[in-house]
């Protein structure tokens, strides 16, 4: 598959921002996600320290999801989801010479030129090899015969229907052409737990972002108490009791 884009990165931190709620999946209980991490079929990116280990996934993860819960409806193995992932996650080299998992990559071309893209899972006794196909190669492959007895997931309707009813497509061009620290910024702001953003500036680049964060999970409070993890913290009691918190985050940008 050919692409005039140039440059992938702002597209793959968009995919790859932590922004949804497991509130947002449907059809997939709390349960099939903890079997789905111990077996290595999905991948745990919750913090390991925190006091409450929230979870919370990418666009990519809830692709990568709604293709594990196809699979699991066809009665695939953990063993057999696991070669899929082995292979939708290698590393390719896209048209800017930079390196994508195959799925963010293909997800790419489907969000931005509405390009059909098959997994193909070929078998006879076990399966014998996975493929990312756009239209013409499976259709090549299939009349040269080297694809033969097979199971065929559209990926194009695992972005469209797994991403759609949570998550309005991206608009790439909004973060094309923005640096490392500019991208940064927009995420920290989105960030609705921020009632205040101070953004400094040093001979024109961001020298640091300090934000005010209000905090009413009365646990959180407790073990950033005990972490000492803030800059500045202002605690409000009512009738002798802690209700909230606001403390301050600051981020300093490194210069080379």
């Not at 597209?11 to 999946?25: G, P, V």
């Not at 449907?26 to 990116?45: E, P, Y």
């Not at 400094?200 to 009413?216: A, F």
């Amino acid at each position: 598959m050919k692409s005039n884009q140039l440059d992938f990165k702002p597209h793959s931190t968009a995919l790859n921002e932590m922004i949804f709620e497991a509130k947002d999946l449907h059809g997939i209980t709390i349960r099939t996600l903890h079997s789905w991490r111990q077996s290595g079929v999905l991948d745990d990116k919750r913090d390991p320290n925190a006091l409450r280990r929230w979870n919370y996934f990418s666009p990519i993860d809830i692709v990568w999801i709604g293709i594990l819960k196809e699979l699991k409806q066809l009665r695939f193995s953990h063993i057999e989801m696991k070669a899929c992932k082995k292979v939708l996650f290698e590393l390719i080299t896209a048209e800017d010479n930079k390196e994508y998992p195959a799925l963010e990559y293909y997800t790419f071309l489907i969000l931005l030129y509405n390009q059909p893209v098959y997994i193909i899972i070929s078998y006879d006794k076990g399966i014998d090899a996975i493929w990312m196909l756009d239209e013409k190669d499976y259709f090549l492959k299939l009349r040269a015969g080297e694809i033969e007895n097979h199971t065929a997931l559209s990926l194009h309707k695992a972005v469209k229907i797994n991403l759609h009813p949570v998550y309005k497509l991206p608009d790439f061009s909004a973060t094309a052409g923005l640096t490392d620290d500019e991208i940064k910024i927009l995420q920290i702001i989105k960030n609705k737990t921020f009632k205040t953003i101070k953004v400094t500036k040093r001979n024109g680049d961001v020298d640091s972002i300090e934000g005010i964060e209000r905090i009413e999970n009365l646990d959180k409070i407790e073990k950033l108490i005990k972490s000492g993890n803030y800059q500045n913290m202002a605690i409000k009691q009512h009738n002798g009791k802690i209700v909230s918190a606001q403390r301050t985050i600051r981020t300093n940008f490194t210069r080379k």
